[in-house]
């Protein structure tokens, strides 16, 4: 392999930290290294940075600073909503959500359905959408919440959330979103989305791994996850993580800088991957609707060949993709989202998603295109019945010697 640069193309797994992001982090590393709950100057003075940290994500949703918890990541995020939904309504044991979400919800509804709760798994269309007459059907008065994300992760497809939200609140049933994938690729704002709550996670912004956010609506009953001192205003407990505090800070400013035509240009050029596979490339298709979706997403289908032998060798010309979640990578069952969308589980492991960033080029594009029909191609001729013929001869030949 002569190539040296490397082909990005799974940005929704984790972005790289942003050098602007590392530049705003390094002095609270290094200087500025002291506890911020400590009564003398050199904890007191690191209160400012964090709550301008705060203001900035805030900015970055179009929500008060006050609506602001910090968190270690997404996955905490997203477990202390459902959990506070429950906690602060004890009479009400049923969560809404949906067959597709991330192992962040679909996990944690099924060890709170262990635990005696009753939980709605909402299927999803063909194309991934959600009908919501169903939604409408599932909801009760016992509901406390309803956790559904705004964008699939493998797909790219967007939930409805503004609507469910409406349609909850005329309830009184909370919701929640996964926002994570949202940041940089689409505008948020809290409060034309209606939700209570909504969970977000720097690494996917270029910030740093460690550091996520929950937005509670101001006046939604609350209970923390996390038990402790007063920290985040006695909404979690735990010394504060200041460097990452500021990293996600500084990486929503860069998010929210990003300009609608930049989302064009980043929706343009997914498209012209998606066609030329689809067109190039025999026996694929695209998993998932169109549109609505997120415009740095596609998940593709490639019949006939095994998606890690071919993320393997992808691997080895420097182009990194996903067969999915990074958070299932390395399970033996095929991706959850996919089948429940109606996929075999032939299909669904045949799947490749690529998940393009702002700084992803047309030359990376066209780099992947010079080698993705040909490898495409080889595997499966080495998938034919006369290939396999060979290979199990080869290994008896092997055994008789």
């Not at 390094?26 to 709950?37: D, I």
């Not at 962040?104 to 194309?127: F, I, M, Q, W």
């Not at 409406?166 to 994570?180: K, M, P, Q, S, Y």
């Amino acid at each position: 392999m002569t190539e040296s640069k490397t082909y990005y193309f799974d940005s929704n797994a984790t972005t790289s930290v942003a050098p602007e992001v590392l530049q705003a982090m390094l002095p609270y590393l290094t200087e500025k290294w002291g506890n911020p709950s400590s009564p003398y100057r050199l904890g007191k003075k690191l209160v400012e940075p964090i709550e301008a940290a705060r203001e900035s994500v805030a900015s970055l949703i179009g929500a008060d600073s006050a609506e602001i918890i910090f968190t270690s990541c997404g996955t905490e995020s997203i477990n202390t909503a459902i959990t506070s939904c429950l906690y602060t309504q004890p009479t009400k044991r049923h969560i809404v959500t949906t067959v597709v979400e991330h192992s962040a919800t679909k996990n944690s509804c099924a060890a709170l359905e262990a635990r005696g709760y009753e939980v709605t798994y909402l299927p999803v269309n063909r194309d991934g959408t959600l009908d919501l007459d169903v939604f409408k059907k599932a909801l009760r008065p016992e509901t406390a919440v309803v956790s559904i994300m705004w964008a699939n992760n493998e797909t790219g497809v967007l939930f409805p959330i503004s609507q469910i939200a409406a349609i909850c609140r005329e309830r009184g049933i909370l919701v929640h979103t996964d926002a994570v994938q949202v940041p940089g690729k689409l505008k948020i704002d809290v409060n034309a989305l209606g939700v209570d709550l909504l969970s977000l996670s720097a690494h996917k912004l270029h910030g740093p791994k460690g550091i996520g956010l929950l937005y509670v609506r101001k006046g939604t009953p609350f209970q923390g996850l996390i038990i402790g001192g007063h920290q985040e205003d006695g909404h979690r407990g735990g010394t504060e993580n200041v460097p990452y505090m500021m990293g996600f800070g500084r990486a929503a400013e860069l998010a929210r800088a990003v300009p609608v035509q930049s989302q064009r240009q980043l929706a343009a050029l997914r498209d012209t991957l998606e066609n030329e596979i689809l067109a190039e490339i025999p026996d694929t298709a695209r998993n998932g609707a169109k549109e609505p979706r997120l415009p740095n997403t596609t998940s593709i289908a490639f019949a006939g060949v095994e998606a890690e032998a071919l993320l393997l060798i992808l691997d080895q010309l420097n182009i990194f993709a996903s067969s999915g979640s990074a958070c299932t990578t390395g399970s033996v069952a095929p991706s959850h989202v996919l089948t429940a969308m109606g996929l075999s589980p032939a299909e669904a492991r045949s799947t490749i998603r690529f998940s393009l960033d702002h700084d992803t080029s047309g030359g990376d594009v066209a780099y992947l295109m010079s080698h993705l029909p040909r490898v495409v191609s080889e595997l499966r001729a080495a998938a034919s019945p006369r290939a396999a013929a060979r290979s199990l001869n080869s290994k008896l030949v092997a055994q008789a010697v």
